[in-house]
């Protein structure tokens, strides 16, 4: 907001929920406007005449989306269930960033989440190829993973900055 020329004297930042509940404070006039609503919130703001205010990738250009977390004792104990669900999502990550698998992937959607296809698509559009949301198969992506500590430090959601090294498994990092 600074960067832009909006003090922090000229807003408040209120929590209101997620995605469903700041799509209905903002339609509601209880706020003027709202963070990072996800889709299918996002497309119906924009076509109920909202404007888009900040696109976060025209912000943060090395965000890592997705990150997965276990406790150190739980990972020591369940290594090849983390190690095989990593290799899952490595796999899905290859399939859903696959041109080929759009129209597939927009018909899992459209029968798993119950959205219509018009929806599906802008989704998939959003996600995949403009935001690029789930990249590098799966794969520790250390600039991404230290844009989002710096985000969490400078929001102080975390007590001090650490190398992004410090948050990962060794045996998950890629192979030099």
Known sequence: MQRRGIPPSA??????????E???AVASGQVAASLAEAPPYNFRSVEAGRR???NY????????????FATTKSLAQNRPLFTRYTRAIAQGMRWINDPANEKAAI????????IDQGIA???YKFMIPENKAFRHEGIIDGAGLAEMIRLLESDKMIPKREPWETFVDPA???AK
Request: proline share 5%; charged share 15%.
């Open 11 to 20: 807003y408040t930042l209120l929590f209101v929920g997620g995605s469903p």
């Open 22 to 24: 700041r799509f209905q």
């Open 52 to 54: 888009v205010l900040l």
């Open 57 to 68: 990738s025209d912000e943060i250009k090395n965000l890592q989306y997705t990150s997965f």
């Open 107 to 114: 018909e899992l959607m459209i029968q798993r989440l119950k």
């Open 121 to 123: 698509a802008q989704t």
């Open 172 to 174: 998950f990092m890629p």
